[in-house]
């Protein structure tokens, strides 16, 4: 079947280092989204992995092994506007979007 | 202008009401979709819209009819809702065709829908 699965909740602390695993099977795979959504928001793009290996984007970076079917999204010098749902999103070989549920990340000072 | 604009963003009504939501995208894209979010479910897509047509409806009930008139404009047209259908309704866009590889969705803010 088609399945992914991410932590329901993480918490962390200002200024440190979070990471949000995501793991899934699917039949085919044709690449890996991560979204941000902040409370009564629209989700917006992080970061896009079709390849093995991690994509730097900032205070961000994603990470995809292919052959485990393992992501994860790593966030650094953490901020309190970083509190939301990060939401993993897998497209099949046929373009279509399996969502996750996402990780409700809540970041303390 | 932001790139993705629903309306409204908050809409209650009950059973018998015939209600609209409206969606724009003002980045150029060529599809449109609908999706439901509720508490402790992933996103649920609705429908798909591409170049105008809809090339995706994923037994959604005859009670959400969607409607496409241009690129630009998507609505998702309710009449006769269940208790059930209380959620946030999300529109997006995205560029699409071979070329434009897997490319993000964006994503409005969303209607919040409660059903009396």
């Known amino acids: 079947g088609q399945n992914i699965d991410q932590p329901t909740e993480m918490t962390a602390t200002e200024g440190a280092i979070v990471q949000i695993n995501c793991t899934y099977q699917?039949?085919?795979?044709?690449?890996l989204f991560w979204y941000q959504q902040h409370a009564g928001e629209a989700p917006t793009f992080l970061s896009y992995?079709?390849l093995d290996g991690l994509e730097e984007k900032g205070r961000f970076s994603s990470f995809l092994s292919r052959s485990k079917g393992y992501s994860y999204l790593l966030l650094k010098e953490l901020q309190m506007k970083d509190s939301a749902s990060y939401l993993c999103?897998?497209?099949?070989?046929?373009?279509?979007?399996?969502w996750g549920l996402g990780t409700s990340l809540a970041v303390n000072p | 202008e932001t790139g993705v604009t629903q309306t409204p963003r908050h809409l209650v009504m009950g059973m018998t009401n015939k209600k609209s939501l409206k969606c724009e995208q003002h980045?150029?894209?060529?599809?449109m979709y609908w999706y439901k979010q509720s508490a402790k479910k992933p996103l649920e897509l609705m429908f798909v819209?591409?170049?105008?047509?809809?090339?995706e409806n994923n037994s959604v009930p005859s009670r959400f009819s969607p409607e496409c008139p241009n690129s630009s404009h998507l609505f998702l047209h309710l009449h006769t809702l269940q208790p059930e259908d209380s959620a946030l309704y999300l529109c997006?866009?995205?560029?699409?065709?071979?070329?434009?590889?897997?490319?993000?969705?964006?994503f409005g803010d969303g209607t919040r829908l409660s059903i009396l």
């Open positions: 997006a866009s995205s560029q699409e065709g071979h070329t434009a590889g897997n490319q993000p969705q964006h």
């Open positions: 980045l150029g894209h060529n599809a």
């Open positions: 819209y591409s170049l105008e047509e809809r090339v």
């Open positions: 699917t039949s085919g795979f044709n690449g």
């Open positions: 992995n079709v």
């Open positions: 999103a897998v497209i099949r070989a046929n373009r279509k979007l399996i």
